[in-house]
């Protein structure tokens, strides 16, 4: 079974980056999608980054784009998602996740409608913290 694990998570001021990577257990296959997703208390979670293995297709939620980049290290199993430029409202806990599924619903995830439906193995997150 496909088990993640996050790392690189932490607290940082508003303007500031990080790098959180994801190590998976299994090796990647092309026909996997990676991604990055956070969630806060109340609220549902919600889709940063998605990057489809078999081309490198990227998709990038509207809030983060420009700030963000979803990578991949196809030899250790390892994704990561550099973010800079940080702000207050990116405080979150953070999550990766991958599954064997077909391009096109890989670049359709980040909508709220298909993230509900999904069948993602997640990672256990790790919290970003931007202060102001």
């Known amino acids: 079974q496909l088990q993640l694990a996050e790392s690189g998570g932490g607290s940082v001021q508003a303007g500031g980056s990080l790098r959180l990577s994801c190590t998976a257990s299994?090796?990647?296959?092309?026909?996997?999608?990676m991604g990055w997703f956070r969630q806060v208390p109340g609220k549902e979670r919600e889709g940063v980054a998605v990057l489809y293995a078999a081309d490198g297709a990227t998709m990038y939620d509207d809030a983060v784009k420009g700030r963000v980049t979803i990578s991949r290290d196809s030899s250790k199993n390892t994704q990561h998602l550099q973010m800079n430029s940080q702000k207050p409202e990116d405080t979150a806990m953070y999550y990766c996740?991958?599954?064997?599924?077909?391009?096109?619903?890989?670049?359709?995830?980040?909508?709220?409608?298909?993230?509900?439906?999904?069948?993602?193995?997640w990672g256990q997150g790790t919290q970003v913290t931007v202060s102001s």
């Open positions: 299994t090796y990647i296959r092309g026909t996997h999608c």
């Open positions: 996740a991958v599954d064997s599924v077909v391009r096109h619903y890989c670049i359709s995830v980040l909508s709220p409608d298909t993230l509900r439906a999904n069948t993602f193995a």
